[in-house]
């Protein structure tokens, strides 16, 4: 029979509780103070909707996945992905918030604006990450909109040109600049992209016009006259690329390339991706937890989930985006469908609040040209 000192009884003893404690919680070491504190809370909730215009159905099941396997939540939480236009997320926190009746927990969206309004009225949680110092300093270098501890940036997109080389007359085309996208030749070939609907469209002119890249209204007279359609979701302007209706839109994301390819590994041969040599807009998407909502502490949780690498990991590879994680580097099967951000240049707006003035009269001029 094995005997041990008082001392040793009382390693064994706290090393007992906490292997009990771990294993009871599924919390490993490598989680931070502040997300040990979140998941029991998160436990009892037992849900957390996402609102956001980007994460695929593939990634938002990955991440729910991964976000319940992580904190051991439990075979019954309940992930939600509720994916809308950017104009149509932020116009339904909007109401809710005037109604003071909530459905959704997090707000995940490139708006600026209205992020800096909604802060100043108090209407998100106060959070408090173990992660965000990881984001902070690239998100500001990068010209981006953050206002911690309220919202935070996990991630950013940025338009790119895409096209069908298999489709007629594209086979020797290539896009590295604005120029190359309107040029005479691509009659019928092209897509507007409805500013109308999506900040992110209406913040990417801007940006434009701010960066003296384009001068816009002259730059749309030479998109209509290459009699494009008139689209607002990535994803349907992506199938008018594969199947050649529109072999060319000049604002995709090249993440929607990514995601075909894995359906249709022969599209790699065929769809192309540019980047433009004036400067590629970083759309920052802002995240925050909405105060009133029914699971708060599931959503400051899943906002922490998001900032740490392994959730990065998979939303980057889901959706070739782009992270602003010091010294982050994406995964392998994305590095062809993504620019590299050291070597492009990125624009962004000196004043991301005070361009939500100036997109209504951009919109108006727009939608004289294109409707």
């Known amino acids: 029979m094995l005997s041990h000192t008082p001392t040793t009884n009382r390693i064994i003893a706290a090393a007992t509780i906490a292997w009990l404690a771990t294993a009871s919680n599924g919390i490993t070491a490598s989680l931070t103070p502040q997300e040990q504190k979140l998941v029991e809370d998160a436990k009892k909730e037992g849900a957390v909707t996402v609102l956001n215009p980007i994460f695929s159905d593939r990634t938002g099941e990955r991440l729910g996945q991964a976000f319940i396997k992580r904190y051991d939540l439990g075979s019954d939480f309940k992930f939600n992905n509720l994916r ?32 800096d309004e909604a802060a100043k009225r108090g209407a998100f949680e106060v959070l408090d990450s173990g992660y965000w110092k990881n984001h902070a300093e690239l998100t500001k270098a990068a010209g981006q909109y953050a206002n911690y501890p309220y919202v935070v940036v996990p991630f950013a997109y940025s338009f790119q040109p895409i096209w069908n080389s298999s489709c007629p007359g594209m086979s020797n085309f290539s896009a590295a600049n ?117 699971h708060r502490s599931a959503g400051k949780l899943f906002v922490e989930f998001m900032l740490s690498k392994d959730g990065t990991d998979i939303f980057i590879e889901g959706e070739a985006m782009y992270s602003f994680m010091t010294g982050y580097r994406p995964p392998p099967e994305t590095v062809p469908y993504v620019f590299d951000m050291e070597k492009t240049k990125l624009l962004g707006l000196k004043d991301w609040v005070a361009a939500a003035q100036l997109a209504k009269p951009v919109r108006d001029v727009w939608q004289a040209k294109f409707q």
């Not at 494009?228 to 060319?248: D, G, S």
Request: aromatic share 8%; with cysteine.
């Open 178 to 294: 604005y120029s190359d996208v309107v040029k005479p030749e691509l009659k019928g070939k092209t897509i507007a992209s409805d500013l109308t609907k999506s900040f992110t469209y209406t913040n990417t002119a801007l940006s434009l016009q701010e960066n003296g890249v384009l001068k816009l209204d002259e730059f749309w007279d030479k998109l209509k006259a290459t009699d494009p359609l008139v689209e607002f979701r990535t994803e349907p302007k992506m199938q008018m690329v594969i199947t050649c209706q529109r072999p060319l839109d000049m604002w995709n994301l090249s993440g929607r390339v990514y995601q075909n390819v894995l359906k249709k590994p022969d599209l790699a041969k065929v769809l192309k991706i540019g980047h433009y040599s004036e400067g590629q807009v970083m759309l920052g998407n802002q995240a925050a937890v909405i105060k009133g909502a029914p």
């Open 84 to 115: 809308k236009g950017t104009g149509q997320t932020v116009a339904q926190v909007r109401q809710e918030i005037v109604a003071n009746k909530f459905t959704v927990d997090i707000l995940l969206v490139s708006a600026p604006g209205f992020f």
